[in-house]
């Protein structure tokens, strides 16, 4: 019998100490820490499987970290919701890390090397960190982690990277300030820092005006780190400048846990009663999620930069998120769009930008305009971005198609027909803006009068280790957009909703 | 009854795109997965024909969706089986006509073409399997995407231009075609078609249903009716073998397909009469009809008169549905095979003169008979089948119309009167393309100087049009031919309880 309620703690403390370990075995040899956190997350895979595994059988995990209970010491707890998570951001990472391999030796400069994979694996273990814990100030600190590491890991592409990782510093830290003075105030009225504690007694204080200005603050961090209109505006720049690695990892999995945080707050702290006390506010996060859907394609459309167009497709993306937060007030069905597409915007979004990556290491092209000819160029890659942008587009049987439906049903039973509109209507809008690069890569004739640099030199093949993690991804695209309509996730999806406490099932 | 044979059928065309894109270097072995998957395809369609005749569904469920009720699988009626039918049998000699077109012409890219050609016969099919809206519309958006590097196969700015509408047009028509779907499943918990409508769907509030309907019908603009029809001659820029099979019969059929679905297995003829919606449905077909072949006439581009033909066809099918008798649902029900084998080859016989000849506009196909004497006969056959003359299939399904048009009440007479105009004005375009080829002096280079030779198009051209054209007369003579009287019986027994 495997000791399964001891390996959530397993993770994040191998993960950080594994951290210092690379640093040191760095000074060794430069090719060490980047094997090093392969091997630490593909480790962290295994136990993250049969974590999931042990919360869908037997029941949510709880760790008592030192044997001090709830609520004096702090509590790690993993039920359906972040065990499903975990998963995603493991598997997310080892392929990103896979794909790290070559871009990074391309990107980086070599005596960067080793503290670029410590300050990744670092980054890593905040978000897994903040996946599995249970306490709001033990949530701030991996958040902390996660972010400042964040930071740094921008700065590493260095010249025009530095100023959006400042800009992202400073709007990061105001986020983080947001929260820890929610989490503050909560204490001062509850004295108990630890999630299901907090659940339990903040029904006796729902009517507090410094609860509610708690929930209001801790949203809003949580919504800048999340890049949720209309608290975006750090991030094109980032997602442009980033090294591809980061940017892939931090549009996949990055902004999927500082959502959670969100998701968190939402069911396990403050609970859908809560909010609901709130006349109005329901309607008004669907709408700011609906505006941030249409204006992150708008925005998109008008790009030329190819991972800019990424990054506003990402702000987009995360309207869906938030509407399906919102609806899951009314109907069961939002929680499920959310959850489903947690991992389909992971998946989708993460091998665009590394497949944009990819083009910009080979061909050294970043706007669209210039990508004519690229299908036969980097066939891979083309691929990839092809289908990992059908499922953006919401293409059946893609993974986006999936999403949509499930938010489209959810908005049907909240009886919000304008959402059902603006949902699809985002697909033709995403269809307008990733067309428009499939058109040239495949398409469009190159113009043989301009002629081409001559000096460039001769193209060398997509190196395997950054082919097929892209190809993974995009595979896996259409994989789960049929196994998202099949009835394989219900269970799955029924514990979530149980441990989240929606109080129905689907 | 369950049976696993619409899978096969469905992975037909499927596997044989995934075996084209590895053998791109050896064309003959590209081409003879499209011909073998063709083949078994079709003899699996046809297959299932005794058991429906039987009066049976052929049932096979893919897998349970989350969603309550929805199922994504297939279920094989008999209008379902005609389409199928239609397509798959078609398929065969579009297939054997690509190889000799595009090697004649030397095309580019035709891995792609060929991959995304097995594609769109895979949405097709399974648009005409399909159990309910919910898998319709997944195999709908196949369609959609699938066909999109063909129409575009030139890559000239003006092709890109055209795939761009083509695109648009569909595209939103999918996205209406999505909404309506989910509001249909929100309303009534169900997708699933039946034979009399979908019952609780009476319990709607009337302004809800219209506004459903409208909805759907913009779902389905494949159908190209007007005034959302002009993606269809933009979309003749595509090679002529894709304008055959997908712009004359696979794409623009399914859309009426669909819409024939809506009419008699989602809101069913009674609820069709109570809102009147029948009415709204027939002005609409009518003005194709007639607009359409006004358009048609002023065409001087053979591809482009003969798309905007199709356009009013493919309404005479609508026509037909909408006005809700037994007369004018069979007659629409025969106009999909029909049509499909006539216009199929009128087709085909433009693509055989641009392979020889290179010309594309009626203008200058002056005493182009004496070159192709094969091709434009059966050009000329199924015109006179378009026109709805006898021996050819097209006076079946035109007299079927007509017959159905006079039994409805009030506007009845209307109706036939727009049937017969709309068949003189297709005398009007066809009869002169007949003329110019055949009795015209030509004029230049045609067919070089002096005496004028015979030269038709390669073997693999003209075979295959050969065939349509004589399946054109079969179908007169024969209307049983593949089964298709007995399956629309079938259809219509099952729409209306007996006859």
Same mark, same amino acid.
């Given at each position: ?506 | ?72 699988? @297939?279920?094989?009626?008999? =209008?379902? #089986? !005609?389409?199928? &039918?239609? /397509?798959?049998? *078609?398929? +065969? ?40 809206? @919910?898998?319709?519309?997944? =195999?709908? #958006? !196949?369609?959609? &995407?699938? /066909?999109?590097? *063909?129409? +575009? ?347």
């Amino acid at each position: 019998m495997l000791p399964v309620e001891q390996f959530p703690v397993l993770i994040v403390g191998l993960s950080m100490f594994m951290a210092y370990t690379m640093l040191l075995a760095g000074y060794l040899n430069r090719k060490l820490p980047f094997f090093m956190t392969l091997a630490m997350n593909s480790f962290v895979f295994i136990l993250s499987l049969f974590i999931l595994n042990h919360v869908l059988t037997v029941g949510p995990i709880r760790y008592w970290q030192g044997g001090w209970r709830p609520p004096w010491g702090i509590e790690y707890v993993v039920d359906a919701m972040n065990a499903y998570l975990l998963v995603i951001v493991v598997s997310i990472v080892i392929l990103g890390l896979i794909y790290s391999k070559r871009n990074v030796e391309h990107e980086i400069e070599l005596q960067k090397h080793v503290t670029f994979y410590v300050l990744v694996q670092l980054m890593i273990c905040g978000l897994y960190g903040i996946t599995i814990t249970g306490d709001l100030f033990n949530m701030f600190i991996w958040l902390e982690i996660a972010s400042l590491t964040a930071y740094a890991l921008i700065a590493v592409a260095g010249a025009r990277a530095l100023r959006p990782a400042l800009n992202y510093v400073i709007m990061g830290s105001i986020g983080a300030c947001f929260y820890i003075f929610g989490v503050c105030w909560l204490y001062s009225v509850t004295g108990t820092l630890n999630f299901a504690d907090m659940r339990l007694l903040l029904p006796l204080v729902y009517d507090n005006h410094a609860v509610q200005m708690a929930f209001a603050m801790m949203v809003v961090g949580v919504m800048i780190k999340a890049y949720i209109f209309p608290l975006h505006f750090w991030q094109p720049d980032v997602y442009t400048y980033a090294p591809s690695t980061i940017s892939s990892l931090m549009a996949s999995i990055h902004v999927k846990v500082m959502f959670y945080i969100l998701i968190r707050m939402w069911f396990s702290v403050f609970t859908l009663d809560f909010i609901r006390q709130f006349v109005g506010l329901d309607m008004l996060i669907c709408w700011v999620a609906a505006i941030a859907i249409l204006v992150g394609s708008i925005w998109a459309i008008k790009q030329r930069n190819l991972r800019r167009m990424l990054a506003y497709s990402s702000i987009s993306q995360m309207g869906y998120l938030l509407l399906g937060l919102g609806l899951s007030l009314f109907s069961p069905w939002g929680l499920v769009g959310v959850v489903a597409h947690i991992l389909n915007h992971a998946i989708g979004k993460g091998c665009l930008f590394m497949s944009a990556g990819a083009i910009s290491q080979q061909e050294g092209l970043r706007d669209v305009r210039d990508f004519t000819g690229l299908g036969k160029k980097i066939p891979y890659a083309g691929a990839a971005f092809t289908i990992a942008s059908l499922s953006m587009i919401g293409i059946p049987p893609t993974a986006g198609f999936a999403s949509k439906v499930f938010l489209i049903i959810a908005s049907l039973d909240a009886g919000q027909y304008p959402f059902v509109i603006i949902l699809i209507l985002s697909g033709l809008l995403n269809l307008v803006y990733f067309w428009r690069v499939i058109d040239q890569m495949y398409f469009k004739k190159p113009e043989e009068t301009k002629d081409v640099a001559v000096t460039k030199e001769i193209t060398r093949k997509l190196p395997l280790s950054m082919a097929a993690p892209m190809l993974i991804l995009a595979s896996l695209c259409i994989i789960m957009g049929i196994i998202w309509l099949t009835e394989i996730p219900q269970p799955l999806i029924n514990q979530i909703l149980l441990n989240l406490r929606m109080g129905v099932t689907i | 009854m369950e049976l696993m044979t619409p899978l096969f059928i469905i992975l037909c065309p499927a596997i044989a795109a995934a075996l084209i894109l590895p053998s791109r270097n050896h064309p003959n072995i590209r081409e003879g997965w499209t011909i073998a998957a063709s083949v078994i395809m079709f003899s699996l369609v046809l297959s299932m024909a005794p058991e429906i005749l039987k009066g049976e569904t052929i049932n096979f469920t893919l897998f349970h969706t989350m969603f309550q009720n929805i199922d994504v699988g @297939f279920k094989v009626d008999a =209008f379902g #089986e !005609i389409f199928a &039918i239609t /397509t798959s049998s *078609l398929w +065969i000699l579009v297939s054997i006509y690509s190889i000799g077109y595009m090697r004649a012409l030397k095309e580019h890219a035709q891995t792609r073409y060929y991959f995304a050609f097995c594609l769109a016969i895979f949405g097709a099919l399974g648009v005409a399997l399909s159990a309910n809206l @919910f898998t319709m519309f997944i =195999f709908f #958006e !196949i369609i959609t &995407i699938s /066909t999109y590097p *063909l129409v +575009i196969h030139e890559q000239t700015p003006e092709a890109i231009r055209a795939g761009h509408k083509y695109f648009v047009y569909l595209m939103t028509a999918g996205a209406f075609l999505l909404f309506s779907i989910m509001t249909t499943y929100y309303l009534t918990g169900t997708t699933d078609f039946a034979a009399g409508g979908i019952k609780a769907l009476g319990s709607i509030p009337q302004w809800m249903l219209i506004v459903l309907f409208a909805c759907f019908l913009l779902g389905f603009m494949k159908a190209a009716w007007m005034p959302f029809h002009s993606w269809l001659p933009a979309a003749m820029v595509a090679p002529s073998p894709v304008s055959a099979l997908l712009h004359a019969v696979a794409v623009v059929k399914a859309g009426v397909f669909g819409i024939v679905r809506i009419v008699c297995y989602v809101y069913g003829v009674d609820l069709m009469h109570e809102t009147n919606l029948w009415l709204a449905l027939a002005i609409i077909a009518s003005f194709t009809m007639i607009v359409g072949s006004f358009f048609a006439i002023a065409q001087d581009d053979l591809k482009k008169r003969l798309a905007y033909s199709t356009i009013s066809q493919l309404s005479y099918i609508i026509l037909g549905a909408a006005l809700l008798t037994e007369n004018g649902i069979r007659g629409a029900m025969l106009h999909i095979p029909f049509h499909g084998y006539m216009k199929i080859t009128l087709f085909l016989c433009a693509g055989a003169i641009i392979v020889v000849t290179g010309k594309k506009k009626i203008s200058e196909m002056a005493g182009i008979g004496k070159v192709m004497p094969y091709t434009m006969l059966a050009f000329s056959i199924a015109a006179i089948g378009m026109i709805g003359l006898p021996p050819v299939a097209g006076f079946i399904s035109k007299l079927y119309l007509c017959l159905g048009a006079t039994a409805v009440s009030p506007f009845g007479y209307v109706f036939l009167a727009v049937i017969l105009t709309s068949s003189l004005l297709d005398v009007v375009y066809f009869v002169p393309i007949i003329h110019t080829a055949f009795f015209k002096k030509p004029v230049g280079e045609i067919g070089g100087s002096g005496e004028v030779k015979a030269r038709d198009a390669p073997l693999l051209v003209v075979a295959p049009l050969a065939i349509t054209a004589i399946f054109s007369i079969v179908f007169f003579l024969h209307p049983n031919m593949f089964y298709i009287r007995d399956l629309v019986n079938m259809a219509i027994t099952n729409l209306f309880g007996g006859i």
